[in-house]
């Protein structure tokens, strides 16, 4: 079955650490995002590639960084994490951003930091 | 401005009665409107969506929705709750022409025995 893949399910990292999350797809889409979701909220939006262009939202911590290196895989960098980042990191992907397009989630990531 | 407002963060339902989450949005353009539902540490599954065709709408598991323009709501229902239902349930909407998906703060759905 086409999916969104997210590896690995559970992470653990220590404080100021970096850590790498993975995201692949088979659905062939256009678009990728990332999400953070904390206990109890709404995902929030990090960024999101449309094919190689990478759109960052004004409000992501320069600590966050994304690489697309092909169309299926996109990761999640996180260069120094805090104990705020603890959090589930979820992919997205689109055929075609907003509008018409229909998101497709990942099972998510979650991240503890220790 | 593009909003998304789900009137109730948590709602108690018995199982086999009918459910109601309810969801009113602000938005400039024709937009695109989803129903997404979130089990304990899973990732979101898509319920149902409304891109500017029928106004009601039939989702997954039994869910339905009715755009209605002029209340700007689109509601989700189900006639008889099952205890599986028991999730948080996002609202999201998604206007014509850009990238951007608004969630709602979710409604947490409890099904009682």
């Known amino acids: 079955d086409a999916m969104v893949i997210q590896n690995p399910r559970y992470q653990v990292t220590q404080f100021g650490k970096p850590v790498t999350l993975s995201c692949s797809q088979t659905?062939?889409?256009?678009?990728m995002y990332w999400y953070q979701q904390k206990s109890s909220q709404a995902p929030k939006l990090l960024f999101h590639y449309y094919d190689k262009d990478f759109n960052n939202e004004a409000d992501t911590p320069d600590n966050f960084q994304s690489r697309r290196p092909n169309t299926s895989f996109c990761f999640l960098d996180i260069r120094s994490p805090g104990l705020g980042d603890a959090a589930m990191y979820l992919c997205?992907?689109?055929?075609?951003?907003?509008?018409?397009?229909?998101?497709?989630f990942g099972p998510g990531t979650r991240l503890t930091v220790l | 401005a593009q909003s998304v407002t789900q009137l109730d963060s948590h709602v108690s339902v018995s199982e086999g009665t009918p459910v109601l989450l309810r969801c009113n949005y602000s938005s400039s353009y024709s937009p695109s409107l989803f129903w997404y539902v979130q089990h304990p540490n899973k990732g979101l599954q898509l319920l149902l969506k409304?891109?500017?065709?029928?106004?009601l709408v039939k989702g997954i598991n039994g869910f339905e929705a009715e755009f209605k323009k002029s209340e700007t709501s689109f509601h989700l229902t189900k006639p008889s709750a099952h205890m599986s239902d028991a999730a948080e349930y996002f609202c999201v909407v998604s206007p014509s022409g850009t990238y951007k998906y608004i969630f709602g703060t979710g409604t947490r759905l409890k099904v009682l025995a």
């Open positions: 659905l062939n889409h256009n678009v």
């Open positions: 997205a992907t689109s055929r075609d951003p907003g509008g018409l397009g229909t998101q497709y």
């Open positions: 409304y891109t500017s065709a029928a106004t």
